[in-house]
Antibody
């Protein structure tokens, strides 16, 4: 079955970096875009952007430029989210989520990874 | 940017019908998707393209979209339907996907 499995929880100090992985299985990885969504503690869902898994081209939402980087390793069907210069406000659960087509504007998100909790605290 | 407004909470008795609204400017002209997020779990798609159900989602879940309001309807509500529900659309003007503010459904 189609499945996205993310890496485990992370506790980081302010200023450090973190890399979250999202391993896909059950489908052809390069056929479907991968999205990233953040959920701050007790808050709603916030779309961070997506990466074209065929070309590697990323698109970042407003508020997620500069310190956030999406990348791929297609040899192991894995997408990555790297966040640098971590701040306390980056604390939250980060989800990867597959989109059904590569046509921008037509996405819904299914399935989702189980989420990775990133805690930024000194 | 495009704003999607949902009621913070909806309470419903078991066996009754829950209706969750998602308000947005001319949302009827957009495709709306809905997600269920149970406590401590990842979101799950329950409705896409306004009213289509993914495989495995009960027929009790249905959707509609017109004018300035989209609605997710849960019929014959069960205890397991207790969760947060989010609507989602594509905002062409900002080139962003936008989620609603979320609605907590409580089964009495």
């Amino acid at each position: 079955q189609v499945q996205l499995v993310q890496s485990g929880s992370e506790l980081k100090q302010p200023g450090a970096s973190v890399k979250v992985s999202c391993k896909a299985s059950g489908y052809t990885f390069t056929n479907y875009p991968m999205n990233w969504v953040r959920q701050a503690p007790g808050q709603g869902l916030e779309w961070m952007g997506w990466i074209n898994t065929n070309t590697g081209n990323p698109t970042y939402a407003q508020g997620f430029t500069g310190r956030f980087v999406f990348s791929l390793d297609t040899s192991v069907s894995t997408a990555y989210l790297q966040i640098s210069s971590l701040k306390a406000e980056d604390t939250g659960v980060y989800y990867c989520a597959r989109a059904p087509t590569a046509v921008a504007g037509t996405f819904w998100f299914d399935p989702w990874g189980q989420g990775t909790l990133v805690t930024v605290s000194s | 940017s495009y704003v999607l407004t949902q009621p913070p909470s909806v309470s419903v008795a078991p066996g009754k019908t829950a209706r969750i609204t998602c308000g947005g400017n001319n949302i009827g002209g957009k495709s709306v998707h809905w997600y269920q997020q149970r406590p401590g779990q990842a979101p799950v798609l329950v409705i896409y393209y306004d009213s289509d159900r993914p495989s495995g989602i009960p027929e009790r879940f249905s959707g509609s979209n017109s004018g300035n309001t989209a609605t997710l309807t849960i019929s014959r509500v069960e205890a397991g339907d207790e969760a947060d529900y989010y609507c989602q659309v594509w905002d062409r003007s900002s080139n962003h996907y936008v989620f609603g503010t979320g609605t907590k459904v409580t089964v009495l």
